[in-house]
């Protein structure tokens, strides 16, 4: 059973972080931290191809088709496509390529406090056009190979993400939880947890 680091439920729903690999999990949605090419050759992004298998990599390869037609970028930066999860469709009924920050770009590295919030944001758009979702497997995103800088990583990860579980409107997420195995993440998040837990929203539910 993975390891859970931590629980904190909202008003709409609970944020839960756990230890282990995304495809070991299931749910309605699984999340992939694609680059703007949509190409499935980097870090976990590439193991998620390997394991939906090839029809995924045409399908995201078809998309990149489409939008050169228009000539307009695969998926730009915060923006997200929503594919079949083909060879992991027994855990899960979409894959959204999800588009964070790539802190390795000097561009997005200097505004990356305003793009991996508003990547979050578009991300529970599409999740909410989808239909109520009971639980959303997802990485902390930008925070492997795009290299977000981990302590500040985390706490903007917990402060949007809780604040979208907690905000005026219901969207439509029950659980979104948090794959994790980078323990560098996991030490930083557990800090940062520790040191503004009572000024997150929502109520701390690790230990129910």
Same mark, same amino acid.
């Given at each position: 059973?993975?390891?859970?680091?931590? %629980?904190? &439920?909202?008003?709409?729903? !609970?944020?839960?972080?756990?230890?282990? =690999?995304?495809?070991? #999990?299931?749910?309605? @949605?699984?999340?992939?931290?694609?680059?703007?090419?949509?190409?499935?050759?980097?870090?976990?992004?590439?193991?998620?191809?390997?394991?939906?298998?090839?029809?995924?990599?045409?399908?995201?390869?078809?998309?990149?088709?489409?939008?050169?037609?228009?000539?307009?970028?695969?998926? %730009?930066? &915060?923006?997200?496509?929503? !594919?079949?999860?083909?060879?992991?469709? =027994?855990?899960?009924? #979409?894959?959204?390529? @999800?588009?964070?920050?790539?802190?390795?770009?000097?561009?997005?590295?200097?505004?990356?406090?305003?793009?991996?919030?508003?990547?979050?944001?578009?991300?529970?758009?599409?999740?909410?056009?989808?239909?109520?979702?009971?639980?959303?497997?997802?990485?902390?995103?930008?925070?492997?190979?795009?290299?977000?800088?981990?302590?500040?990583?985390?706490?903007?990860?917990?402060?949007?993400?809780?604040?979208?579980?907690?905000?005026?409107?219901?969207?439509?997420?029950?659980?979104?939880?948090?794959?994790?195995?980078?323990?560098?993440?996991?030490?930083?998040?557990?800090?940062?947890?520790?040191?503004?837990?009572?000024?997150?929203?929502?109520?701390?539910?690790?230990?129910?």
């Amino acid at each position: 059973m993975a390891e859970l680091y931590m %629980a904190r &439920t909202c008003k709409w729903g !609970t944020l839960r972080v756990v230890g282990g =690999d995304v495809w070991n #999990h299931s749910g309605d @949605v699984l999340i992939t931290p694609a680059n703007n090419r949509l190409s499935g050759r980097e870090g976990l992004d590439n193991m998620i191809h390997q394991k939906a298998g090839q029809e995924l990599t045409q399908a995201t390869r078809n998309i990149c088709l489409e939008m050169r037609k228009i000539n307009a970028p695969p998926c %730009a930066v &915060t923006h997200n496509v929503v !594919t079949e999860p083909f060879a992991l469709s =027994d855990r899960f009924k #979409h894959i959204i390529h @999800v588009v964070g920050p790539d802190c390795r770009r000097p561009n997005q590295d200097e505004n990356r406090r305003d793009l991996l919030p508003e990547t979050y944001r578009n991300l529970f758009a599409t999740l909410k056009e989808l239909g109520v979702m009971e639980n959303v497997i997802s990485p902390p995103l930008s925070m492997g190979v795009f290299a977000y800088p981990h302590r500040e990583g985390a706490r903007l990860t917990l402060e949007t993400l809780l604040g979208i579980l907690d905000g005026e409107e219901d969207p439509g997420v029950k659980t979104f939880t948090i794959v994790v195995k980078e323990k560098n993440f996991i030490s930083n998040m557990r800090t940062v947890y520790r040191e503004i837990n009572d000024l997150l929203p929502g109520i701390d539910t690790t230990n129910d």
